[in-house]
């Protein structure tokens, strides 16, 4: 087996008769270079297949034009708008994204971030794994003077830009409305605790509770990773309870998807036995039967300012960061799931 020889400005140079620099120089639109040379120069580039270094181009310049982002995963319509919108935004500023996913591991977005400052990305915009407690490698990019932008999920701790929306308020709201729909035992499937914006999400509920003198039964809050297959687990728990809730608020659509189909399978009715809430508003949440009332967090939006917040950032010759939060206003859309009056 042959191994492949990547072409080089010095095999061009060979072929040519003349210099590396002046390759390069002929590559780069040179004035100093004769329409002639780089004219040959080109053809012969084109010939032997040469692709640029763009990481040594980087490193000459200082300058990428490339954008980290790490999400926790890519297949969920919240970080697959969110990257679309911000995408739109950079292209049109003469940037490029490099997307990476940690699928919710800690391990695995160390990888990611370590990969990206090798790329000599000019700013990284992250969304933290569930499993992120040590934010070490996040100092670490800040460390190299790069721009850290958070959003959704973040930590205070690491004193950057967030852009997100009020998770207390959100659990607030939800309770209120199921509160507003009769209901008196209502449980929670959060995220884990460790993570602050299920942390928030947890305390809104708790507070919420407390606000309507409502039981807080520690039977009825679960802590869990928030995927169909978990929904599908803490809502079978939640059933086999002597005394059942008659409201479930999940953290997350996907594992309110997995709610959804234990109690359908049970032929439990919603709403009029157990109302089921999500968060997230994922577009399959108003195609499920009954449909699923959702919190909307505005992703196009995060989207859009996380690419903002960057840009401004990448306009200036130092990088000065500091806590400054842009927090949207959550929206419940109220379905079937959960209007019984």
Sequence with gaps: MVKKKKTTIKDIANVLNISPAAVS???????RISKKT??????????????????????????????GVIVPRTNSHFFSSVIQNMEEIL????YNIIITQSSESFKKECNNIDTLLFTQVDGIIASMANETVDLQYFEKIKSKGIPLILFDRGENDLNVDYIGINDYDS?????????QQGCKR?????????TRIFNNRIRGYVDALKKHNLPLDNELLLESSLTTEDGREKMLQLLALEN???AVYVAGD???????????ERNIKLPQDIALVGFGNEPFAAMVTPSITSINQHSAEIGKQAAKVFLEHAKKDT????????ILKAELVIRDSSRLK
């Design 25 to 31: 120089k002929a590559l780069h639109d040179d004035s």
């Design 38 to 67: 780089k004219k040959a120069v080109k053809q012969v580039a084109k010939n032997l297949n040469y692709q640029p270094n763009h990481l040594a181009s980087a490193l000459r310049r200082g300058k990428s034009n490339l954008v």
């Design 91 to 94: 292209n049109n500023e003469g």
């Design 171 to 179: 659990s607030h709201m939800i309770v209120e409305h199921l509160v």
């Design 186 to 194: 209502i449980a929670h499937i959060g995220g884990y605790k460790h």
């Design 244 to 246: 059942r809730p008659d």
């Design 254 to 264: 996907y594992a309110a998807l997995g709610a959804l189909q234990v109690l359908n």
């Design 319 to 326: 990088v000065n960061q500091s806590l400054n939060k842009i």
